[in-house]
């Protein structure tokens, strides 16, 4: 724990998006700058005498108030589909901070083709979160569980692998940790953060959770910030204003989905998801890839 | 009942019965140490592979992100179906004053208890963190399938453990008086213990009838629950081919042709092996025939509802769920396991030649293997096709292939059920002795009195 305050330590003063991430330090250099990485995979210098040991709360303390959540808030997201040319930085990111290995997705770039004769288009999917959660109904022991400020969120410490809430889930929103999660050597005995569910751990469910530690840094989802090309809006349902990740314009959640036609995903369902797409009507890019089988 | 007999002609007749049915309990030859070998290797195998799946997790497993309920659910699903059997023969088919299936109860308890047991146990094998099985208890949720799972399941096997010793008590008893010296002094020392000191009287009978009673009734809620709740698993989700209302009575209409299947055979193994042909005669075998055909029948007809009706309609998830099932990846296993675990059969056993033992007992191994695979059909292919396309992943993530170690796993769970039945049948009477000596006309007072009285 102690050979990690320095490193955690730089974090906090980068304000970089998990505590944790900042384990992915490289080098350290003589003199009085340190040389770090940052989540978003930026190497930076900050000054020696800038470190000071973050402050972390207890594992209790982490869990209770990850339970519940930012009072006040109903957070939302928006996706663009006319945007989205498959750049995958939100994947990328987003495996950095919850530290999931390349096959593992709690966003994931789909490509889709709704019927035989209809364009397809690139669809990112994170966890919906929705409001009438199919996942958190049927956990055993209460380790998945819906917050206050609408998140879907895991409680990793708890959670004992029946995978139940995968079965659940219509969107496939949910991965296991079936071997050792990746890097796990480098984090044993790091505190977990229930709000960005790091680190992994094996035999147990993970998936997107609206990097809700960010959010308690008031900062926006790591795949909204590195999207490149402004698919992603964010924010708060109570405010009725959300903001785009790439350009930081913030617009009126409402207007945005009644102008542009916004839908959730299989409705049908009941689901009621907190993610909205806006249909992806006068693409920016053309669709590239080609559609692969196992479709459904 | 038959007429009643005489002291002595009575006592000639309990002291045969009582030698036939105490036949497993004393052999002991060179195919009975075999046969141990056999199931202790295998089991220790098994428990070797579990062993590795707990030092390197669930990865060792085939099952990945997309398929993450594979064979061992389906393995789950098969033994609670089985055990279901414990609750038609020995209390429907009792309250519905059925006589010729008498004999039979302890043979479905066996299967009973053996089955829901091994449930118990590979269930926790499917779990990703079985240290943290106690979260169960300190965490339970109501509101989850799971938690109502644990509970019947655990209620069942209580009740199967009862409604098997219960009746049994009297047998003890019996074998503590008059067993032979052929029985191993330990095994006699335990019936000892085990029948709580047991005199006959009628007031003890009069206890033992009420309490079987009340186990019988209690039941019917439990057995009928544990299928149904098991079935919630699946039908608790929005997937396609899960998401039925049908999915209770089906299961459990599956569950007594898995469970009929296990009783025959294991009826036909004891006839033989013990030499039980004037106990397990031609004629309970014609009877479970015509037993098996019925709920034979009623599950071809959850089966055409649940395959039919959507297969009319084919929505878009459905369709694909459907083509996978009828003529894709799954085709072969799900035409087999209707043809020869569900048609053929009945109609092979509409005549009377085909519920002789023999014959009947094939049928019964092709059915239950058949109600093993149909566990992985209902199961699998559903996984294999969730509502959006599964894409970023390597192959293993798309296509579900159980690995070894999933095998030897099942393996285990075979192997144990068995071990179970085993030294239930090598340490207690197959048969109820009292009951069936009772059913010849022999009188309480012979059947309770001291060893060698009256000769």
Same mark, same amino acid.
């Not at chain 1, 977990?192 to 990097?211: D, H, M, W």
């Not at chain 1, 049908?268 to 089988?293: H, N, S, W």
């Not at chain 2, 509409?350 to 093993?372: E, G």
């Not at chain 2, 068995?418 to 048969?431: D, E, G, N, Q, S």
């Given at each position: 724990?102690?050979?990690?305050?320095?490193?955690?330590?730089?974090?906090?003063?980068?304000?970089?998006?998990?505590?944790?991430?900042?384990?992915?330090?490289?080098?350290?250099?003589?003199?009085?700058?340190?040389?770090?990485?940052?989540?978003?995979?930026?190497?930076?210098?900050?000054?020696?005498?800038?470190?000071?040991?973050?402050?972390?709360?207890?594992?209790?303390?982490?869990?209770?108030?990850?339970?519940?959540?930012?009072?006040?808030? &109903?957070?939302?997201?928006?996706? $663009?589909?006319?945007?989205?040319?498959?750049?995958?930085? +939100?994947?990328? #990111? !987003?495996? *950095?901070?919850?530290?999931?290995?390349?096959?593992?997705?709690?966003?994931?770039?789909?490509?889709?083709?709704?019927?035989?004769?209809?364009?397809?288009?690139?669809?990112?999917?994170?966890?919906?979160?929705?409001?009438?959660?199919?996942?958190?109904?049927?956990?055993?022991?209460?380790?998945?569980?819906?917050?206050?400020?609408?998140?879907?969120?895991?409680?990793?410490?708890?959670?004992?692998?029946?995978?139940?809430?995968?079965?659940?889930?219509?969107?496939?929103?949910?991965?296991?940790?079936?071997?050792?999660?990746?890097?796990?050597?480098?984090?044993?005995?790091?505190?977990?953060?229930?709000?960005?569910?790091?680190?992994?751990?094996?035999?147990?469910?993970? &998936?997107?959770?609206?990097?809700? $530690?960010?959010?308690?840094?008031?900062?926006?989802?790591? +795949?909204?910030? #590195? !999207?490149? *090309?402004?698919?992603?809006?964010?924010?708060?349902?109570?405010?009725?204003?959300?903001?785009?990740?790439?350009?930081?314009?913030?617009?009126?959640?409402?207007?945005?989905?009644?102008?542009?036609?916004?839908?959730?995903?299989?409705?049908?369902?009941?689901?009621?998801?907190?993610?909205?797409?806006?249909?992806?009507?006068?693409?920016?890019?053309?669709?590239?890839?080609?559609?692969?089988?196992?479709?459904? | 009942?038959?007429?009643?007999?005489?002291?002595?002609?009575?006592?000639?007749?309990?002291?045969?019965?009582?030698?036939?049915?105490?036949?497993?309990?004393?052999?002991?030859?060179?195919?009975?140490?075999?046969?141990?070998?056999?199931?202790?290797?295998?089991?220790?195998?098994?428990?070797?592979?579990?062993?590795?799946?707990?030092?390197?997790?669930?990865?060792?497993?085939?099952?990945?992100?997309?398929?993450?309920?594979?064979?061992?659910?389906?393995?789950?699903?098969?033994?609670?179906?089985?055990?279901?059997?414990?609750?038609?023969?020995?209390?429907?088919?009792?309250?519905?004053?059925?006589?010729?299936?008498?004999?039979?109860?302890?043979?479905?308890?066996?299967?009973?208890?053996?089955?829901?047991?091994?449930?118990?146990?590979?269930?926790?094998?499917?779990?990703?963190?079985?240290?943290?099985?106690?979260?169960?208890?300190?965490?339970?949720?109501?509101?989850?399938?799971?938690?109502?799972?644990?509970?019947?399941?655990?209620?069942?096997?209580?009740?199967?453990?009862?409604?098997?010793?219960?009746?049994?008590?009297?047998?003890?008893?019996?074998?503590?008086?008059?067993?032979?010296?052929?029985?191993?002094?330990?095994?006699?020392?335990?019936?000892?213990?085990?029948?709580?000191?047991?005199?006959?009287?009628?007031?003890?009978?009069?206890?033992?009838?009420?309490?079987?009673?009340?186990?019988?009734?209690?039941?019917?809620?439990?057995?009928?629950?544990?299928?149904?709740?098991?079935?919630?698993?699946?039908?608790?989700?929005?997937?396609?081919?899960?998401?039925?209302?049908?999915?209770?009575?089906?299961?459990?209409?599956?569950?007594?042709?898995?469970?009929?299947?296990?009783?025959?055979?294991?009826?036909?193994?004891?006839?033989?092996?013990?030499?039980?042909?004037?106990?397990?005669?031609?004629?309970?075998?014609?009877?479970?025939?015509?037993?098996?055909?019925?709920?034979?029948?009623?599950?071809?007809?959850?089966?055409?509802?649940?395959?039919?009706?959507?297969?009319?309609?084919?929505?878009?998830?459905?369709?694909?769920?459907?083509?996978?099932?009828?003529?894709?990846?799954?085709?072969?296993?799900?035409?087999?396991?209707?043809?020869?675990?569900?048609?053929?059969?009945?109609?092979?056993?509409?005549?009377?030649?085909?519920?002789?033992?023999?014959?009947?007992?094939?049928?019964?191994?092709?059915?239950?293997?058949?109600?093993?695979?149909?566990?992985?059909?209902?199961?699998?292919?559903?996984?294999?096709?969730?509502?959006?396309?599964?894409?970023?992943?390597?192959?293993?993530?798309?296509?579900?292939?159980?690995?070894?170690?999933?095998?030897?796993?099942?393996?285990?769970?075979?192997?144990?059920?068995?071990?179970?039945?085993?030294?239930?049948?090598?340490?207690?009477?197959?048969?109820?002795?009292?009951?069936?000596?009772?059913?010849?006309?022999?009188?309480?007072?012979?059947?309770?009195?001291?060893k060698n009285q009256g000769k």
């Amino acid at each position: 724990m102690k050979a990690l305050g320095a490193s955690v330590g730089v974090a906090g003063v980068l304000g970089s998006s998990s505590l944790l991430s900042a384990c992915n330090q490289v080098e350290t250099t003589s003199g009085d700058t340190i040389k770090l990485l940052t989540s978003s995979g930026e190497l930076v210098e900050v000054k020696k005498s800038q470190l000071k040991p973050a402050e972390i709360p207890s594992l209790s303390e982490n869990q209770k108030r990850g339970r519940k959540g930012l009072p006040g808030r &109903k957070w939302v997201m928006v996706i $663009d589909l006319s945007k989205c040319r498959n750049a995958r930085q +939100c994947m990328k #990111a !987003c495996q *950095n901070h919850h530290q999931l290995r390349p096959e593992q997705h709690h966003i994931n770039v789909l490509q889709m083709q709704e019927a035989e004769n209809t364009a397809p288009y690139y669809m990112p999917k994170p966890c919906q979160h929705c409001d009438n959660p199919p996942c958190t109904k049927v956990c055993p022991v209460n380790a998945t569980f819906k917050r206050e400020d609408g998140i879907v969120l895991i409680d990793n410490e708890r959670c004992i692998g029946c995978r139940f809430c995968i079965a659940a889930c219509p969107y496939s929103a949910r991965i296991f940790n079936w071997t050792e999660p990746r890097e796990a050597d480098k984090y044993i005995g790091v505190t977990y953060n229930i709000e960005a569910n790091v680190p992994q751990k094996r035999g147990t469910v993970s &998936k997107c959770l609206f990097s809700a $530690d960010r959010l308690r840094d008031g900062k926006l989802p790591s +795949c909204v910030s #590195a !999207c490149p *090309n402004g698919v992603y809006w964010f924010g708060d349902q109570n405010e009725d204003a959300v903001t785009n990740g790439t350009t930081h314009e913030t617009t009126i959640f409402s207007e945005l989905i009644r102008d542009n036609a916004g839908y959730t995903l299989m409705p049908e369902l009941g689901t009621k998801p907190r993610v909205y797409y806006l249909p992806p009507k006068d693409r920016a890019f053309p669709f590239q890839g080609e559609i692969e089988e196992h479709h459904s | 009942m038959e007429n009643t007999k005489s002291p002595a002609e009575s006592r000639k007749l309990l002291d045969k019965i009582t030698y036939d049915l105490t036949r497993s309990i004393v052999k002991r030859d060179e195919l009975t140490n075999f046969w141990y070998f056999i199931l202790i290797m295998f089991a220790a195998v098994g428990l070797w592979g579990w062993i590795i799946q707990i030092r390197e997790g669930l990865g060792v497993t085939g099952m990945r992100d997309y398929v993450s309920w594979g064979m061992y659910i389906a393995n789950f699903v098969f033994f609670v179906a089985v055990s279901l059997i414990g609750f038609l023969i020995s209390s429907a088919l009792h309250l519905l004053k059925i006589s010729w299936s008498k004999p039979i109860s302890r043979v479905a308890e066996q299967v009973a208890i053996a089955a829901v047991a091994l449930a118990g146990i590979i269930i926790v094998n499917d779990m990703g963190r079985p240290d943290r099985f106690l979260n169960i208890f300190l965490h339970g949720r109501f509101a989850s399938p799971i938690i109502w799972d644990v509970t019947v399941v655990t209620t069942y096997l209580v009740i199967s453990v009862l409604l098997f010793y219960i009746p049994l008590i009297p047998d003890l008893a019996l074998l503590r008086d008059k067993g032979t010296d052929d029985i191993p002094k330990w095994k006699m020392k335990v019936y000892r213990i085990l029948a709580l000191g047991w005199k006959g009287n009628a007031e003890q009978y009069k206890v033992v009838y009420h309490a079987m009673r009340i186990l019988m009734i209690l039941i019917i809620p439990v057995g009928l629950s544990i299928h149904t709740v098991t079935s919630w698993l699946f039908a608790a989700t929005l997937r396609s081919g899960w998401d039925t209302t049908i999915f209770g009575p089906y299961f459990v209409a599956g569950a007594f042709v898995a469970g009929t299947a296990a009783v025959i055979m294991l009826m036909f193994i004891y006839r033989i092996r013990y030499r039980l042909k004037d106990y397990f005669t031609e004629y309970h075998f014609d009877y479970m025939g015509k037993l098996f055909v019925l709920v034979c029948l009623v599950y071809l007809y959850f089966n055409i509802n649940e395959f039919w009706v959507p297969g009319y309609k084919m929505k878009t998830a459905e369709s694909i769920h459907l083509s996978n099932l009828f003529i894709g990846k799954y085709a072969t296993m799900f035409w087999t396991t209707q043809f020869l675990g569900l048609i053929l059969p009945i109609i092979l056993m509409i005549f009377k030649y085909f519920r002789r033992p023999l014959p009947i007992t094939i049928i019964s191994v092709f059915v239950l293997i058949a109600s093993w695979f149909k566990r992985y059909i209902i199961v699998v292919p559903t996984m294999e096709h969730p509502f959006l396309p599964v894409q970023n992943v390597p192959e293993n993530f798309v296509n579900y292939r159980p690995t070894s170690i999933e095998i030897m796993i099942t393996l285990f769970s075979f192997m144990a059920a068995l071990l179970i039945i085993t030294v239930l049948a090598k340490m207690f009477p197959v048969i109820t002795i009292w009951e069936y000596a009772e059913e010849k006309g022999i009188s309480r007072e012979i059947i309770t009195e001291p060893k060698n009285q009256g000769k």
